[in-house]
């Protein structure tokens, strides 16, 4: 077995002299830690890989997406561990994003990996009024935040998308009321499809173009994410895990009594926007839909226009961020590029990609426990 074991107390030399791709993500440091909660949540996360072939000797490939690092949420602790033949730490791809990739040559060996990781999160809102007052100076958008106005294969920013943009913004160039004009509307639209499998593919054209708008967090992230890109406002989808329990309610996240959860299937798309002066701000109006499912509410009941009216600027951390990264092409280059998203850890066996949507021929597992905080 190969052992690595890092950050057990964790520094920033440290962090930086070990591991540079998980200190911070590009632009996750906000303006303001004023909007961050001094309630910390800690989660031992458990992944085991156990990599299954047709045949009694095959090589594999995987690639797994790792957590950001920023005020709102932090790897504490990292150890991993495997009969792997190589591995690596890299953020070498157009967004990124935090990859632990391993491989294993052509043999009948096991092909095995965990990974542990304690991950501390504080619960982040944006304050309204910070982002009204920051809204109404109009002021430029950075260079580096650009890019996140183009459009990629799944986020288009013409045709009905551009149409149905400038529709719900008609009249208005205050940046934030387009935010909110767009958000209600993609929340009051958009509904949980339970048959579409995983988180969904995130295709917003296709969403817009046979106006069907039911789908997944993905698919309704995307589609928020389209219409505000269109409509000039800097966006992305950001995709995660669910980690345990929510104290909104567990439709949105639960555990155990001991605060366990087997969160195998719990990757969950949510959404940044982005107004100058008060930086990315958290939204998630995939989770209004999932509520509404769940709990059997209406669109217009008191407790789903609560979160609605929540989730338009904050973010509830019984979940973590892994990146942000669309159509694009992971390091080292797998047989399938570019990939659509990285929510899901992807694998590769005799050259053909593993269904990430059914962990159980994967083969892998992903286990979490809530643990009091150590400070």
């Not at 004023?34 to 085991?48: D, G, N, P, T, W």
């Not at 504490?76 to 190589?86: N, Q, S, T």
């Not at 990315?280 to 995939?286: R, Y």
């Not at 009941?301 to 973010?315: A, F, G, I, T």
Request: with cysteine.
């Amino acid at each position: 077995m190969q052992r690595r074991d890092f950050f057990k107390t964790l520094s920033v030399a440290a962090a930086v002299t070990l591991m540079p791709s998980l200190v911070t993500a590009e632009g996750s440091r906000p303006e303001s830690e004023a909007e961050i909660s001094k309630e910390r949540r800690r989660f031992r996360v458990h992944y085991v890989f156990d990599l299954k072939g047709e045949e009694k000797e095959f090589p594999a490939r995987l690639w797994n997406p790792m957590p950001y690092d920023a005020p709102w949420q932090n790897v504490r602790i990292l150890d991993f561990d495997g009969d792997y033949d190589a591995w690596n730490l890299n953020d070498d791809n157009a967004y990124d994003v935090n990859i632990l990739y391993a491989e294993w040559k052509k043999s009948p060996k096991p092909k095995r990996m965990e990974i542990t990781m304690e991950i501390e999160t504080r619960y982040r809102s944006v304050p309204l009024e910070r982002i009204e007052a920051a809204s109404k100076k109009n002021l430029p958008i950075p260079a580096e935040v650009r890019r996140f106005l183009k459009p990629t294969a799944h986020i288009p920013t013409d045709g009905k998308i551009k149409a149905k943009a400038d529709e719900l913004t008609r009249g208005v160039s205050d940046r934030f009321e387009k935010v909110k004009r767009i958000y209600d509307w993609v929340t009051q639209v958009t509904f949980r499809d339970p048959k579409v499998i995983g988180c969904g593919k995130g295709d917003a054209g296709h969403m817009m173009k046979t106006g069907y708008f039911g789908g997944k967090c993905t698919d309704i992230s995307s589609l928020f994410v389209a219409l505000l890109r269109a409509a000039g406002i800097p966006a992305r989808e950001v995709f995660g895990i669910r980690l345990g329990l929510s104290h909104f309610s567990k439709a949105l996240g639960k555990a155990d009594s001991k605060g366990f959860a087997n969160i195998t299937t719990w990757q969950h798309c949510r959404a940044e926007y982005y107004i100058p002066g008060a930086g990315w701000i958290p939204s998630d109006p995939a989770d209004i839909t999932k509520l509404e499912l769940v709990e059997s509410r209406k669109y217009d009941d008191p407790k789903v226009q609560k979160l609605k009216r929540r989730y338009l600027h904050s973010w509830e951390m019984n979940w973590v961020g892994f990146n942000w990264g669309r159509d694009f092409v992971l390091s080292p280059k797998p047989e399938q590029y570019p990939i659509n998203m990285l929510g899901y850890p992807y694998a590769e066996i005799e050259d053909e990609p593993l269904d990430y949507y059914l962990p159980s021929s994967f083969v892998y597992k992903i286990t979490s426990r809530e643990i009091p905080p150590k400070w």
